[in-house]
């Protein structure tokens, strides 16, 4: 980057500190992981410099053979990795494909059941500050309080009671496999639209170690980064009967230009996924999150309802005296980042509430198998037995700098240019 150090060096050493801090850091926060330099070479190429509104083949715009060329790789591998009808690679995020669904689906003022954030959704899922829970009525469905998984009988009850004209799956912090089979039944018993958010386990899906929502649901978005380890972005995926109102909600009506340099990482990353190694890739992402639990609740710690079945754990720290706040400023300050999150039927306030997410896509990426694994969590053990002891703080930072050298991210020269060591 001495281009960039030379013309802006303020920038420069913003990205170089980051840099460091993915390095010697162990990434926990479930919803980030490491792309592949082929993913940020493709991010970060003249591909930024073209505008290209409309869709490949027909565009509005001249000169856009070979950016076509990108985005058509894109949809074909995604539809091949989801098995989807229809595929748009357009939108610039996760947040942006649902919105499109909406628009595509419903008309303003148009209910919708869907996952409760308090309990696990996402903010897009009608949150009343967001746009879905201001223009479109939502009813929530969240979890049995005795066993802290999703409670279909109560969605069933809440579609045949309300009608909604969309039905919504898909969670932000729910470590349990999702059936989508049984929300879909209940969608059709009331004539409601099906879409799936499989934004999280999107990479668990590719390596089939979660059941997909793409044949059972009208629609399924996900996010590109997160578990399937590319470019910040979205897609967005659809039966062919939908497929025109979709294109349609994403442009004109959400977006102009796509990020075309964004969609060609999309078809980068898409195409790694299709490799036989992402699926051992997804296999010890799980492994590595089951490990975790198992050793954070052997040492007292209690995991909402018992353990994991993906990529994340929500633990409720409540258990050992703290709060989700302290536990995030305490690991921070140790090397390891989390973020604090509720747990389900939380009493406590979301900017400092009882639990902590954490999940394993980034160590996995780095390398990382049930041995190392082991020892992150006795490290989360240690700091968490004495969140106020800064020396301790300081001490295990050391040792975990020292640790990861050995797991080098994607980026080091190190490291191939597509997957990491091992997969």
Known sequence: ????????????????????????????????????????????????????????????????????????????????????????????????????????????????????????????????????????????????????????????????????????????????????????????????????????????????????????????TTTTHKTLRGPRGGIAMCTQAWAKKLDSAVFPGLQGGPLMHVIA????????????????YAAQVIANARTLAEKLMSAGFRLVSNGTDNHLILIDVTSKGLTGKVAETALGRAGITVNKNLVPFDQRKPMDPSGVRMGTPALTTRGMKEVAIEQVAAWIVRVLAAPEDEVLASRVQREIAEFACGYPVPTDAAQPSVLPLGF
């Not at 970060?44 to 509005?60: D, F, I, M, Q, W």
């Not at 919708?112 to 949150?127: E, K, S, Y």
């Not at 929300?183 to 639209?193: K, L, P, Q, S, T």
């Open 1 to 220: 980057m001495d281009m960039l150090k030379a013309v802006d060096p303020d920038v420069y050493d913003a990205i170089v500190h980051e840099e460091e801090r993915q390095r010697d850091d162990l990434e926990l926060i479930a919803s980030e992981n490491y792309t592949s330099v082929a993913v940020m070479e493709a991010v970060g190429s003249v591909l930024t410099n073209k505008y290209a509104e409309g869709l490949p083949g027909k565009r509005y715009y001249g000169g856009c053979q070979f950016v076509d060329r990108a985005e058509q790789l894109a949809i074909d591998r995604a539809k091949s990795l989801f098995g989807a009808a229809h595929v748009n690679a357009q939108p610039h995020s996760g947040a942006t494909a649902n919105q499109a669904v909406f628009f595509a689906a419903l008309e303003i003022g148009d209910k919708v059941l869907a996952m409760d954030l308090a309990q696990g959704g996402h903010l897009t899922h009608g949150m009343r500050l967001n746009y879905s829970g201001r223009w479109y009525p939502t009813i929530s469905y969240g979890l049995d309080p005795k066993s802290e998984r999703i409670d279909y009988d109560a969605i069933v009850r809440l579609a045949r009671e309300h009608k909604p004209k969309l039905i919504l799956a898909g969670a932000s912090a729910y470590p349990r496999i999702i059936d989508f089979a049984r929300i879909a039944d209940a969608a059709r018993e009331v004539g409601a639209v099906f879409m799936v958010d499989m934004a999280h386990i999107a990479g668990l899906v590719a390596g089939g170690e979660h059941p997909s929502p793409v044949p059972l649901a009208d629609f399924v």
């Open 265 to 280: 990482g999309k078809a980068v990353c898409l195409g790694e996924a299709l490799r036989p190694e992402f699926k051992a």
